[in-house]
């Protein structure tokens, strides 16, 4: 990944600059000083967290049935397909929402592709057939072309360059994603590999000689607001898990630890993603970028708690056929992978001192430790949690005292 100048400022009273229903697709400047989402980004994040939800179901069933390994895979694969069509319309979008007609029509365009994707997700997952899941993704990935491709009309030069290098890398890698409806099944997961290190490939070589004019607190809301998502999507589907349990097992006793500590878990997962003004740390395309990517974990893992809490609870109701030991993994893994990847892309950039920079990394390794405790693995999860951000605000507001401290006295 390489850094390149960033692009100047353009000016302009209204996103793309001019008026009417149709606009010339031309940068926005980084000089906004209220960027924000735009009603129809937070439609299209909305969209899909349906397909999303999709997955976390599939997930379930699969884990739930004993067949964690093969589940995990297919997950990986669905939520990547989803993942990366998210993240590429929001830099582009971040970058070019002149927010016209035709802009609007595209995007919508865009959205009909994901839920055509989340269609297919329960195929994918029990047939290993990926035809409607592909589908989708053409829908989503032509119309993206389509919106680089009329960028590339209303610049020149360099800028130009990167748009139709965009639209000809989201081309190509969709032709290349022909593979999982070709090749046997055994090839596949190796060919998934293949195709996402190309699509990753494709920004850094796009923007070798222009920086697009991505926008640092736009692209940082963006992120935020898809976690908040789907952290409320996770609280949702365990909300509907354990109402089913207690509804049809009379199991509340059972059912409330893990209630519980799947809130405190949900709860300090949020605080800690929102806790630092991550904005300022995206300076350059290799931070930027970098840690755009790394948020498929952060993401993946989210959703993937959820799918946890609903299999801890099936499994407390004897609906899933597992031990209790995998089941309570089920919650602490993906919760402790969290941890450690919000910790990785932005939480440590912001620490003061060895202390505050081992608080999520040790509380990851606790997580881990409660898997063995049982039927309280869950309950336990979230209280190591919880305390991590007691812990971590105590000591932020250390050194905030001690600095205060001699001002206090010489006022």
């Known amino acids: 990944m390489t850094s390149s100048p960033t692009p100047p400022p353009v000016p302009s009273d209204a996103p793309g600059g001019g008026r009417g229903p149709l606009r010339g697709l031309r940068a ?13 980004e937070l439609f299209f994040d909305l969209c899909f967290v349906v397909a999303v939800a999709q997955a976390g179901v599939q997930l379930v069933h699969s884990v739930a049935e004993g067949h964690a390994g093969q589940g995990i895979l297919d997950y990986a694969m669905v939520f990547f397909a989803l993942w990366w069509a998210w993240m590429n319309f929001t830099w582009f979008a971040s970058a070019y929402d002149n927010d016209d007609v035709l802009y609007r029509v595209v995007t919508l365009v865009q959205i009909a592709g ?3 994707l989340a269609a297919g997700v329960s195929r994918a997952f029990e047939e ?14 032509v119309a993206l072309a389509a919106q680089w491709l009329r960028a590339a009309r209303s610049a020149e ?3 130009r360059t990167t748009a139709l290098r965009y639209a000809g890398g989201v081309l190509a890698c969709q032709v290349g994603w022909l593979g999982l409806l070709l090749l046997p099944s055994g090839a596949r997961p190796w060919w998934f590999l293949v195709m996402a290190l190309l699509e990753m490939c494709v920004p850094p070589f796009a923007e070798r000689e222009h920086t ?7 692209i940082a809301e ?13 609280i949702a589907a365990a909300t509907i898990a354990v109402k089913s349990g207690i509804d049809e097992n009379d199991a509340l006793g059972e059912l409330l630890p893990i209630a519980a500590g799947g809130l405190l878990v949900v709860f300090a997962a949020w605080w800690i993603y929102f806790v630092v003004p991550v904005h300022g740390h995206l300076r350059s395309n290799r931070q930027a970028f970098l840690w755009g990517y790394g948020h498929y974990l952060v993401f993946a893992s989210a959703a993937a708690i959820g799918a946890g809490l609903e299999v801890a609870v099936e499994q407390t109701v004897g609906k899933a056929h597992i031990s209790t030991l995998a089941a309570s993994a089920a919650v602490t893994l993906p919760t402790a992978l969290y941890l450690l990847s919000v910790w990785g892309l932005h939480a440590r950039h912001f620490k003061r001192g060895i202390t505050q920079q081992l608080v999520l990394p040790t509380t990851a390794l606790l997580v881990i430790c409660c898997t063995f405790l049982g039927h309280w693995a869950v309950f336990a999860a979230g209280v190591v ?13 250390r050194p905030a005292a001690r600095e205060s401290g001699p001002a206090a006295q010489t006022g």
Not at 128 to 141: A, K, N, Q, T
Not at 212 to 218: D, F, L
Not at 385 to 396: D, H, I, K, R, W
């Open 157 to 159: 030069g360099p800028e």
């Open 222 to 234: 963006r992120y935020g607001l898809f976690t908040i998502i789907v952290l409320g999507e996770t």
């Open 385 to 397: 949690c919880a305390l991590s951000v007691a812990a971590g605000e105590a000591l932020a507001t």
């Open 114 to 116: 994901v839920l055509v």
């Open 212 to 218: 697009t004019s991505w926008h640092p607190r736009h």
């Open 28 to 40: 926005r400047g980084r000089d906004e000083a209220h960027r924000t989402a735009s009603p129809l």
């Open 128 to 141: 290993h057939e990926y035809l409607v899941v592909w589908l989708g993704y053409v829908i989503m990935r």
